[in-house]
């Protein structure tokens, strides 16, 4: 079976590895001030937040932003991102969980809908970066899902990674969609951009911490 035959995680960043909560309700309210709405707490946020992003405004507005206004959105949020996101680090324990999981002699990737050229050297800043065969970005434009992103990614680890042996974490239902969208299981995740009751209808394992998360796809894989 060669190197197919071990289990493989592929890991979300931001709200997952990535402890960004306060950088995006920040970025998300600097953006919202552009089209007069009112700031939203986390708690709302997280109640609210699907994707694509468009249908996220589209709740608040009662309509779909016109092509001008999210390309205005977009622009304000990524801009106000890169400000706050310098004061956040990476979710507890984190870093020894991708250390462990390398160490019992598994494979894990990165997959995020960040931007690429953004991402690489904020994973290679934490020092993270050799935990992973592989860390993907987005290069397209912002706004999709992420199973056609999924698709690519495994694509390019073919020979490496079985689809039925691998587990996304993530913390949005999205990561779930993606996941069953290529043969792969999912383990979501409480702490970033969605609430427990938003993530439970996705029909897969919903967990507290990241350390649960890996113990649950150490059973699934296995």
């Known amino acids: 079976m060669g190197t197919k035959a071990r289990a493989h995680i592929v890991w979300d960043?931001?709200?997952t590895l990535f402890h960004d909560n306060d950088a995006i309700i920040g970025a998300t309210n600097a953006a919202f001030a552009e089209l007069g709405l009112a700031p939203i707490t986390l708690e709302q946020y997280r109640s609210l937040y699907?994707?694509?992003v468009p249908k996220f405004y589209e709740r608040l507005l009662g309509r779909l932003p016109t092509d001008a206004e999210w390309e205005l959105m977009d622009?304000?949020?990524?801009r106000h991102y890169a400000e706050h996101r310098v004061r956040c680090g990476l979710t507890d324990g984190a870093a020894e969980l991708l250390a462990g999981w390398r160490s019992a002699g598994h494979s894990q990737s990165l997959l995020s809908m960040y931007v690429h050229d953004e991402l690489v050297p904020l994973v290679r800043g934490f020092g993270i970066e050799t935990h992973f065969v592989r860390v993907?970005?987005?290069t397209g434009p912002s706004g999709g899902s992420k199973a056609e992103h999924m698709v690519r990614h495994l694509r390019a680890?073919?020979?490496?990674?079985?689809?039925?042996r691998t587990v996304v974490i993530g913390d949005a239902a999205d990561d779930a969609v993606a996941a069953g969208?290529?043969?792969?299981?999912?383990?979501?995740?409480t702490g970033g951009s969605h609430s427990r009751a938003s993530l439970v209808g996705a029909g897969v394992p919903v967990v507290d911490t990241l350390?649960?998360?890996?113990?649950?796809a150490q059973r699934i894989a296995a």
Not at 75 to 78: E, I, N, Y
Not at 157 to 163: I, M, Q
Not at 181 to 189: M, P, T
Request: proline share 6%; charged share 20%; with cysteine.
């Open 13 to 15: 960043w931001n709200g």
């Open 50 to 52: 699907c994707v694509p």
């Open 75 to 78: 622009g304000v949020f990524h």
């Open 136 to 138: 993907e970005g987005r």
């Open 157 to 164: 680890l073919a020979g490496a990674v079985e689809p039925a």
């Open 181 to 189: 969208y290529v043969g792969a299981r999912a383990v979501l995740y």
């Open 211 to 216: 350390e649960e998360a890996v113990a649950e």
